[in-house]
């Protein structure tokens, strides 16, 4: 009889065991690391803020005394009063690809808050999103907490090929998405 | 006989209910209040409010606008650095709850030609990163785990983007190193 109740205490407790054990590795793997959502947050905002923050006349006043970051784009720039962040717009509206402009100022500066953390930039029109940065695919769509800031940009130039006319082109808005690897 | 058995498989079952509640009670307020990062006092908003400090809070001695950091009104501001200086820079931090004592580290840097230089620093050079480092010889360019001297508890360590204008302007980081000393 003693044995019996022994077994039934020892099967309980090997139950109970099981249960919090489960219980321990559920919450330990989607809870203990959670992705730090201030910095990922004012990331998204500083990136934006900070190429909002500087002229092209500021960096590149011409292509003989350019920043190296607007190197490969600067014979295509065409209103140097815009801000490195409206720079992105205008050449969006002429067709070129910005991925280079991008990855120039981002990457090749390390403005990322060390390894952990990576972005994408989207530019949005009257027919949609088009993402500019970066070309290959990321796993943004794994991004446990995928933090989005937008800024509204538009903007004019002088279109000395033709006849000086002024072209206005916007208003876009541009997006960028940041997380934690 | 049977009687007898059923009667002890329910207190058993009753005994073992209890105390797998009262463990569940236990594992999950201990999970609350020490292991899970959520419930851990941070930094990270006291790093902000020092970013934004520097911006609006320095009056004359300011050297921080609009994501733009002058060099030479950085120098003047480091080269003579004092408690009032100091005060500026926390300001308003006294009145957040969970922590007492303060103390921070404020150096940028820029990556150029494959490496990182300091291009500035002020501040408590005692706090030191995990390389063992401080904010006046980190140049490792990673985001290191500050390590506060005694008797600070807590730490962290912010990187922003900034416009670094000295000759000319350039893309640049902000990195700001925050020790404190928790209220227990």
Known sequence: ?181 | MKKGLAQIISFSLIVGVVIFIIALMVFFSAIKYTLLDTHKKTLDVQAEWVFDNLENNLGENGFFKNYRVNASGFDTFASDYDEEKERLVLSGLEQMQDFKDMDFCIYIDKYESGQWTIKENFGNDTITVSSGKSCYSNADGEMPEPDCPYPFTHAVIVQKPILYEDSSIEFARMNILICAEAIK
């Open chain 1, 1 to 181: 009889m003693s044995n019996k109740k022994a077994y039934v205490f020892i099967l309980d407790a090997i139950m109970a065991l099981i249960i919090l054990t489960i219980g321990f590795l559920v919450i330990s793997s989607t809870y203990s690391n959670k992705p730090a959502l201030v910095t990922t947050r004012n990331m998204a905002e500083d990136l934006l803020n900070v190429m909002a923050a500087v002229k092209v006349s500021e960096i590149c006043p011409d292509c003989g005394n350019c920043a190296a970051e607007l190197n490969s784009i600067c014979g295509d720039i065409k209103n140097r009063d815009n801000t490195v962040l409206e720079l992105i717009g205008e050449q969006y509206s002429l067709g070129t690809d910005t991925g280079q402009l991008i990855n120039e100022i981002i990457m090749e500066n390390k403005l990322l808050p060390g390894d952990s953390y990576e972005f994408s930039l989207y530019i949005h029109d009257g027919n949609g999103e088009h993402k500019l940065y970066p070309g290959a695919n990321q796993d943004e769509d794994k991004a446990r907490i995928l933090i989005s800031s937008k800024k509204l940009v538009m903007g004019y130039y002088v279109d000395k090929d033709n006849d000086y006319k002024t072209e206005y082109w916007g208003p876009y808005l541009i997006e960028i998405r940041t997380w934690q690897k």
